[in-house]
């Protein structure tokens, strides 16, 4: 990812004859149980835009998947995921069942559970998901006791 969007910023940079950052922060990401949390995530990023005073709904900005998943807009940049797909039979029943989705508001605590599970780079599902994760990759799911660890007396 690196990589990529080093070559990505300098394309950009000699196209457009400009020398600033194209991205804001560091690549960020975090594994998701997708029966779970998939759903969420897509409505957490297609609501940023909102959130952030940018636009009034998530259909008018334009770098948002929500007119492919929300309102059935053809488009070959997205590829549905399974847990998508089992929303409805149809393109229509799918989006109204994703539209439908947008009218909740995030369950209490949703939205830090999710920041923080970007931010600090941990998994994010329930606790069975998460010790398979750690037992298959080895890698920290979650978040560690702050501070340091206290010292062993002898």
């Known amino acids: 990812m690196q990589a990529l969007g080093r070559r990505s910023v300098r394309y950009f940079n000699r196209e457009y004859r400009r020398t600033e950052t194209l991205w804001e922060g560091r690549f960020k990401s975090s594994l998701v149980q997708s029966e779970t949390y998939l759903l969420q995530c897509y409505r957490y990023i297609e609501l940023n835009p909102v959130r952030a005073a940018m636009v009034d709904d998530p ?3 334009a770098w948002s998947s929500y007119c492919h998943n929300g309102l059935a807009v053809e488009t070959d940049l997205c590829t549905p995921h399974d847990q ?3 929303l ?5 029943e799918r989006a109204a069942v994703n539209r439908d989705l947008f009218r909740c508001q995030f369950e209490s ?3 830090k559970k999710i920041r923080t599970a970007i931010n600090r780079g ?3 599902g329930n606790e069975r998901f998460k010790d398979e994760v750690d ?4 890698r920290r799911v979650r978040s560690g006791k702050i501070g340091r660890p206290k010292k062993s007396v002898i």
Do not use: N
Request: proline share 5%.
């Open 109 to 111: 605590g949703q939205l």
């Open 135 to 138: 037992a298959v990759y080895g």
């Open 59 to 61: 259909a008018d900005y």
């Open 122 to 124: 941990l998994a994010l």
């Open 88 to 92: 409805g039979k149809t393109k229509p």
């Open 84 to 86: 998508y797909l089992k």
